[in-house]
């Protein structure tokens, strides 16, 4: 039940602009030229004390490749559930995935993080490839991966 009522807040939070007053934010994650098959990758955000609010997008298609994505794995028990009409196409090397989303305006400055994991089969798994504080200042400014992430900006 207090993960249903997680996800229905951060739902609303995310989708509801006349419960909390929201903008399109586009999210851009560029990928290097790694030489392996298209990434998976879990965009999903924590709360400031790092409990798991909710996800943002899902790059790629089959399921039983989502338990590489760990870190987001782990915070959702892998609940499907959890990315229900957030899906899309794993991104290829050298690509760069753009997915523009209404967040609400509480969500920055208030201690929120934007996570991404990755991973590409047969290579090595990138749980918390990135972690970028969501504020209002943070908008615009590249943050670089760990792995196959070249850069990550968000725009509002």
């Known amino acids: ?37 298209g990434a998976y990758l879990a965009l999903y955000v924590t709360d400031a ?26 915070a959702t028990g892998g609940n499907i559930a959890e990315i229900d009409g ?4 794993s991104v290829g090397a050298g690509r760069t995935l753009e ?7 509480p969500l920055f400055d208030a201690g929120y993080t934007l996570h991404i994991d990755a991973a ?13 504080p969501l504020t209002a200042g943070g908008a615009g400014k590249a943050v670089p991966g760990r792995r196959y992430i070249v850069d990550f900006s968000y725009a509002m």
């Not at 999210?27 to 098959?37: E, F, I, K, P, R």
């Not at 997915?99 to 305006?105: E, F, G, I, K, R």
């Not at 590409?120 to 970028?132: I, K």
């Open 99 to 105: 997915v523009t989303l209404d967040l609400a305006d």
């Open 49 to 74: 004390q790092g409990a798991y609010a909710g996800s943002l997008w899902m790059a790629g298609a089959k399921s039983k490749y989502y338990e590489h994505l760990s870190g987001w794995y782990r």
């Open 1 to 37: 039940m207090k993960s249903l009522l997680a996800l229905l807040a951060i739902t609303t939070a995310l989708t509801l602009p006349g419960l909390a007053m929201g903008r399109p934010v586009t999210l851009a994650t560029t990928l290097g030229n790694y030489g392996g098959d």
């Open 86 to 89: 957030i899906t899309g196409a």
């Open 120 to 132: 590409v089969e047969d290579m090595r798994d990138s749980p918390d490839e990135l972690a970028v």
